[in-house]
């Protein structure tokens, strides 16, 4: 059956300090089924502390999203940077498999290098699922934004190295990229049998329209949700559903009415 989410990083950013301590109430406000926790890149050094927090929260974590930097550091290809790379890709093991996580999503590339240098990045996909394998994780490539080239593209590269590969669709980074289309094509039928996971978000701008990156909730954006729940019973989706779109205000305050109102508009499109 499938589980209706809630990114953390809906809850926590900047405006709060980011700070990890604010899930202690949401548990009272939100009527998801889980989390899915979002890794900061600030939390390295108190990582056992964040853990131990997590835990005693008593929710549900089947899903960790990476912390985004790993991507960054991949794309030099210099071994420090890369080793660096892989010894943060271990503390999000780490962390995902000691909250219980089953699945993480991971930005191959990502930030101001983004994918200009993808072959760094492949070059690095295996020992990456190898070793979230050996936490009990289940690795899944994100479709991040591209400067160089596109999602789909990097799919079927990964697709030609590891068959088997893996993928969580964010639906506003597909909007971004114009790749939407792509979910009903015939002749990428393919995509539905590596598509593990999905971040339902709303995008109200053009193609590549980087004014418009704001992660929103359905109904604030133009992306024809009806349509895609209406399709959903026609593939083999058996995933998850994250809802990432941003829910504190500049102060820092999180509206968890919208949450809830996403939460429920998933739910009844989905029975």
Not at 205 to 210: F, Q, R, T
Not at 232 to 245: H, K, N
């Amino acid at each position: 059956m499938h589980q209706v989410l809630c990114s953390t990083g809906a809850l926590i950013g900047r405006p709060n300090g980011r700070d990890y301590r604010l899930l202690s109430g949401c548990a009272d406000h939100l009527t998801c089924d889980g989390y899915e926790f979002m890794m900061y890149d600030s939390w390295y050094p108190e990582r056992e502390e964040v853990t131990r927090f997590l835990l005693s929260l008593g929710l549900r974590f089947p899903v960790i999203h990476c912390e985004k930097s790993v991507g960054e550091k991949l794309s030099s290809g210099d071994r420090g940077e890369t080793l660096r790379a892989f010894d943060d890709f271990r503390v999000n093991c780490e962390i995902g498999s000691a909250i219980g996580a089953v699945k993480m999503v991971l930005h191959l590339w990502n930030g101001a290098p983004s994918d200009r240098q993808i072959g760094n990045h492949l070059a690095a996909y295996e020992q990456l699922k190898d070793m979230a394998r050996q936490h009990g994780i289940q690795l899944t490539v994100e479709n991040v934004v591209c400067t160089a080239q596109d999602p789909l593209t990097h799919f079927q590269s990964l697709l030609s190295m590891d068959p088997d590969a893996l993928f969580t669709w964010d639906t506003k980074l597909a909007a971004f990229h114009g790749q939407t289309e792509a979910l009903y094509d015939p002749d990428r039928s393919w995509l539905w049998e590596h598509i593990a996971h999905m971040h339902i978000n709303d995008y109200n701008g053009g193609y590549a329209d980087w004014g418009h990156l704001k992660t929103l909730h359905i109904g604030q954006g133009s992306i024809d949700f009806e349509r895609l729940f209406a399709y959903l019973p026609l593939t083999r989706y058996q995933g998850d559903f994250t809802v990432e779109a941003t829910s504190f205000l500049p102060d820092g305050v999180i509206h968890w009415g919208d949450l809830n109102r996403t939460f429920a508009w998933i739910r009844a499109h989905l029975s």
